[in-house]
T-cell receptor
């Protein structure tokens, strides 16, 4: 049973470009969480999704950021018109049930905006 | 004031020492308390979680929750160099979201 898979592991984008981060949850998990981590800081919740539904996006910036978790395929975190401040590690976690007490994390995608 | 406070360290101790890592919080509604370990450039991994007040032991690790003081601790006995990592506390709010501490960087010196 493969763990949570995130790709790419590293992503470099120029200011103004789009970044697409992918997360494939563990087999049997239907809940996905996205977090952002800045250097020397804890994880900041961004969005919680179930298949085809956004449950809680209270941590998502109102502009430029969007997330989806389609019926088939990975969850996607999309950042449009990236700025330097978007540079961070983005982690995805999946869990088999609501609550996240059994959440397992992927290795993260490190986004660098130049 | 942050909802969860955690000293970022670094905390450096000799191999074999007992390590004490702590978090304080302000939201009395938190019910679940977790400790995650994160190695450099890796995703966090769940070490332990506890519900409400009390102690929970797992091998060399003991998690302690004191809800009256809004204080949680993780103790590591017989610390090993492989325990060197960042330890993050996390707490679950009423919306089932995890609220994270900033993490404490732990260094175990051989």
């Amino acid at each position: 049973n493969a763990g949570v898979m995130q790709n790419p592991r590293h992503l470099v984008r120029r200011r103004g470009q789009e970044a697409r981060l992918r997360c494939s949850p563990m087999k049997g998990h239907s809940h996905v969480y996205w977090y952002r981590q800045l250097p020397e800081e804890g994880l900041k919740f961004m969005v919680y999704l179930q298949k085809e539904n956004i449950i809680d996006e209270s941590g998502m910036p109102k502009e430029r950021f969007s997330a989806e978790f389609p019926k088939e395929g990975p969850s996607i975190l999309r950042i449009q018109q990236v700025v330097r401040g978007d540079s961070a590690a983005y982690f995805c976690a999946s869990s088999p049930s609501t609550g996240g007490t059994e959440a397992f994390f992927g290795q993260g995608t490190r986004l660098t905006v130049v | 004031q942050k909802e969860v406070e955690q000293d970022p360290g670094p905390l450096s101790v000799p191999e074999g020492a007992i390590v004490s890592l702590n978090c304080t919080y302000s939201n009395s509604a938190f019910q679940y308390f977790m400790w995650y370990r994160q190695y450099s450039r890796k995703g966090p991994e769940l070490l332990m979680y506890t519900y409400s007040s009390g102690n929970k032991e797992d091998g060399r690790f003991t998690a302690q929750v004191d809800k009256s003081s809004k204080y949680i601790s993780l103790f590591i006995r017989d610390s090993q160099p492989s325990d060197s990592a960042t330890y993050l506390c996390a707490m679950m709010d009423s919306n089932y979201q995890l609220i994270w501490g900033a993490g404490t960087k732990l260094i175990i010196k051989p």
